[in-house]
């Protein structure tokens, strides 16, 4: 089940948006609804997420702010962006930030709903090739650790450039 967090300074908004969704069909979960970046920073201390839906303007904190903010800490989080601001410099900005999608209020329901889904399915992604990662990293920290059987040692010593210190047999 996919974390979300909510941010949206207007609360008809931000409660349109919670109950505009079938969260659950989705495998999603609202955990937190903030009003400002400020305080969804603050909530993120208390329980990370995994996709941050947000408004762009909001006091104290916008939404290209709050993005930054949360890039610095952690890039695997996810964003949305909703926004009444059709102005090019924000999607600019929200581009060099990794967003996931940048949708204009009125908020279209099929388009949060796709949009969600697919920043869903981009983060298995994100996540299977993390995992990927971490398995190549075991492995090798097995071979330098001489902890490989000989069949195993064999095919890490094939991968390498031919040199005399791979050898199969101890």
């Given at each position: 089940?996919?974390r979300?967090?909510?941010?949206e300074?207007?609360?008809?908004?931000?409660?349109?948006?919670?109950?505009?969704?079938?969260?659950?069909?989705?495998?999603m979960?609202?955990?937190?609804?903030?009003?400002?970046?400020i305080?969804?920073?603050?909530?993120?201390?208390k329980?990370?997420?995994?996709?941050i839906?947000?408004?762009?303007?909001?006091?104290?904190?916008?939404?290209?702010?709050?993005?930054?903010?949360?890039r610095k800490?952690?890039?695997?989080?996810?964003?949305?962006?909703l926004?009444?601001?059709?102005?090019?410099?924000?999607?600019?900005?929200?581009?060099?930030?990794?967003?996931?999608?940048?949708?204009?209020?009125?908020?279209?329901?099929?388009?949060?709903?796709?949009a969600?889904?697919?920043?869903?399915?981009?983060?298995?992604?994100?996540?299977?090739?993390?995992?990927?990662?971490e398995?190549?990293?075991?492995?090798?920290?097995?071979?330098?650790?001489?902890?490989?059987?000989?069949?195993?040692?064999?095919?890490?010593?094939?991968?390498?450039?031919?040199?005399?210190?791979?050898?199969i047999?101890?």
């Amino acid at each position: 089940m996919k974390r979300v967090m909510l941010v949206e300074d207007e609360e008809p908004i931000l409660q349109g948006i919670r109950y505009i969704n079938d969260w659950q069909s989705m495998g999603m979960q609202v955990v937190h609804m903030a009003h400002n970046g400020i305080e969804a920073l603050e909530m993120l201390k208390k329980q990370p997420v995994d996709i941050i839906v947000t408004d762009i303007e909001m006091p104290e904190m916008n939404g290209i702010e709050l993005i930054s903010n949360v890039r610095k800490i952690d890039n695997r989080v996810r964003f949305l962006i909703l926004s009444g601001q059709d102005d090019f410099n924000y999607a600019r900005d929200a581009l060099k930030l990794d967003v996931e999608d940048y949708i204009l209020k009125p908020i279209n329901e099929q388009q949060l709903q796709d949009a969600l889904i697919n920043t869903s399915n981009h983060l298995d992604e994100i996540d299977q090739k993390n995992s990927e990662n971490e398995r190549k990293n075991i492995s090798w920290l097995k071979f330098l650790s001489e902890k490989l059987d000989k069949n195993e040692k064999e095919k890490f010593c094939n991968k390498l450039p031919d040199f005399s210190g791979c050898e199969i047999y101890p």
